[in-house]
């Protein structure tokens, strides 16, 4: 097989490990702290997970040498949810560990994600095998997918597959929804005395799986940095031609957290940032105006050109676009569907969506562009609604602008030229090989998850903390899932589930951008992060992210 040089040198990159896992594996031993309790909503989540609720938080510290060589193992792992740089490394670093416990011990990865788990569908990992992906990115090592493991139907079906192959324990690495299944798969197993333990570890790219005991989700620190510096290139590159406005969207589904981090990093001209949307209640027509404002304050000082950063899922926070697709979702509900496809033209179309949407709502329709309200009816999911992750918002807002402009000059108050490219940064960004923040997080998040099965502990998220420090005053230990769960509404039922973290408008990294970005709208005050530096002085290669280090005060 041929692989780039980078593929090669990364191969033999030694991830860094906290230093209280750097003695001898036999030496590591836990530390108890108190009883912990759920974030919200106590009383029915203890009641929901009577086995595995109140357990403790623990931390590894340096103990005495054990003599003994633990008891053989069996573990599985599997990769939840959508691809975020250095999840290869958490599979790395789990296998090591467990090889260092008890060269017999076994990891067997189920592939295609939870799927994997319910067909029995695997692979046995051998120091070949591992080798070939230590510090890639990518999940391509097994796979992943978007299966719920969440029926106790699903759940005996795991029992079954785990009770063949004699396995101790189930490592599953996810995102908010994934480790709520761990949890809830914890507590059955617990609940059925299969000696099978649970532990996740905390993936997403998006940044949501956040709170006071997860200080980051792997994948972020990459991802961010990938998307940084490709939009870094783009403001040396607009303001080198200086004739374009550059609206560039960002992945991050609901939360704003990549595109705040993104805004950070690069300080363009613009960035939305959804939860302020919601919280502003603002309307299409004002946020187009405030990005016109900032386009004809440039150009009235020479400057037509620009850089705004739109986060994906902006166009669900405004809450008239929001009344919007509730309406067409109802409107083409069912059958109703069959009846608006069968009408031959757009025009026709045009007239059946006239007469079911309310005024209000036909006004936010109308100021749309052609091509995102015939996206709205046409690009629909299995349930028939609107496919919210998929609308062009970049060319949305960039087109409602263009609108604004061309009214201010017909008014004459605005003369310059507005000429708009728009990108979508996601997919470059989930698979970049892990910067050594995320190589070395991922690594010690597997090391550590081998450690809390060694320990006997279930239903535990494997935690790392401390992580705007130097990795060798990192904190490892596990935190009950359990600690981290309320009470919500989820499709017409009260669920347990961990709490999505948007960006906090009152948080330091928000605080941070709102004092800086009026100077930043107005003048050109680009940053040019560059490339992800994997060799080099640790001031460049170890940086972690500005959300994480204006977070710890720093
Ligand atoms: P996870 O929440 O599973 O980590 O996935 C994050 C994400 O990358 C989002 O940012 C994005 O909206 C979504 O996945 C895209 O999903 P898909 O890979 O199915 O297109």
Same mark, same amino acid.
């Given at each position: 097989m041929? !692989?780039?040089? $980078?593929?090669?040198?990364? /191969?033999?990159?030694?991830?860094?490990?906290?230093?209280?896992?750097?003695?001898?594996?036999?030496?590591?031993?836990?530390?108890?702290?108190?009883?912990?309790?759920?974030?919200?909503?106590?009383?029915? !989540?203890?009641? $929901?997970?009577?086995?595995? /609720?109140?357990k403790p938080e623990i931390t590894f510290v340096k103990g005495d040498a054990k003599d003994v060589t633990p008891s053989k193992k069996t573990v599985g792992v599997i990769l939840s949810g959508g691809q975020a740089p250095g999840g290869h490394n958490v599979i790395s670093g789990l296998y090591d560990a467990l090889k260092a416990l008890n060269p017999e011990n076994t990891l067997l990865g189920f592939k295609g994600g939870p799927s994997g788990l319910i067909e029995d569908s695997y692979v046995e990992f051998t120091d070949e095998f591992i080798d070939e992906y230590r510090n890639t990115g990518g999940f391509d090592i097994i796979g992943s997918g978007r299966t719920k493991l969440e029926t106790q139907e699903q759940f005996a079906i795991v029992a079954e597959v785990a009770k063949k192959h004699g396995m101790n324990a189930i490592v599953i690495i996810g995102g908010d929804d994934s480790n709520t299944n761990a949890a809830v798969l914890a507590e059955y197993f617990a609940a059925h005395n299969t000696g099978v333990q649970v532990i996740g570890a905390p993936k997403t790219i998006d940044g949501d799986l956040k709170n006071d005991d997860i200080e980051t989700s792997f994948?972020?620190?990459?991802?961010?940095?990938?998307?940084?510096?490709?939009?870094?290139?783009?403001?040396?590159?607009?303001?080198?031609?200086?004739?374009?406005?550059?609206?560039?969207?960002?992945?991050?589904?609901?939360?704003?957290?990549?595109?705040?981090?993104?805004?950070?990093e690069t300080q363009p001209n613009i960035c939305l940032i959804s939860e302020e949307v919601a919280e502003k209640k603002m309307s299409l027509a004002q946020i187009a105006n405030y990005i016109a404002d900032a386009v004809e304050y440039r150009s009235n000082h020479g400057e037509n050109f620009g850089v705004a950063i739109i986060p994906e899922g902006v166009v669900e926070f405004v809450p008239e676009f929001s009344t919007l697709i509730s309406e067409i979702n109802e409107l083409l509900a069912g059958s109703k569907a069959d009846a608006f496809n069968a009408l031959p033209s757009w025009a026709e179309k045009y007239a059946f969506i006239e007469k079911g949407l309310t005024a209000e709502s036909m006004d936010v329709f109308k100021i749309l562009p052609v091509g995102i309200q015939q996206q709205l009816f046409l690009e629909r999911d299995p349930h028939g609604n609107v496919q919210v992750s998929l609308i062009e918002s970049e060319k949305l807002f960039s087109a409602l602008v263009a609108d604004e402009l061309a009214r201010r000059k017909e008014a004459g108050t605005y003369k310059g030229k507005f000429n708009a490219l728009h990108h979508f940064f996601g997919y470059e960004g989930r698979c970049a090989f892990p910067s050594n923040f995320d190589a070395d997080y991922c690594y010690s998040l597997g090391y550590n998850a081998a450690l809390l099965i060694e320990n006997g502990f279930n239903g535990y998220l494997s935690k790392v903390s401390n992580l705007s420090k130097p990795a060798e005053e990192w904190v490892a230990g596990g935190m009950p899932i359990t600690k981290m769960m309320n009470m919500e509404r989820r499709h017409g039922e009260d669920k347990p589930v961990i709490r999505k973290a948007l960006v906090e408008l009152e948080g330091?990294?928000?605080?941070?951008?709102?004092?800086?970005?009026?100077?930043?709208?107005?003048?050109?005050?680009?940053?040019?992060?560059?490339?992800?530096?994997?060799?080099?002085?640790?001031?460049?290669?170890?940086?972690?992210?500005?959300?994480?280090?204006?977070?710890?005060?720093?």
């Open positions: 041929t !692989i780039s040089p $980078l593929q090669k040198a990364r /191969y033999e990159y030694a991830p860094k490990l906290p230093g209280m896992l750097r003695h001898g594996i036999q030496e590591i031993s836990v530390k108890e702290g108190l009883a912990t309790q759920s974030v919200a909503d106590q009383e029915k !989540i203890q009641a $929901l997970f009577p086995n595995t /609720y109140g994948g972020f620190d990459t991802a961010t940095k990938t998307y940084s510096e490709v939009i870094g290139n783009i403001e040396r590159d607009a303001n080198s031609a200086k004739k374009y406005w550059h609206f560039i969207k960002v992945m991050g589904r609901s939360a704003s957290h990549v595109a705040l981090e993104c805004a950070l330091k990294p928000f605080k941070f951008f709102e004092a800086h970005r009026d100077e930043w709208s107005k003048n050109t005050c680009y940053t040019y992060p560059g490339a992800i530096q994997y060799y080099g002085p640790a001031e460049v290669c170890d940086l972690t992210t500005h959300t994480l280090a204006l977070e710890k005060g720093e």
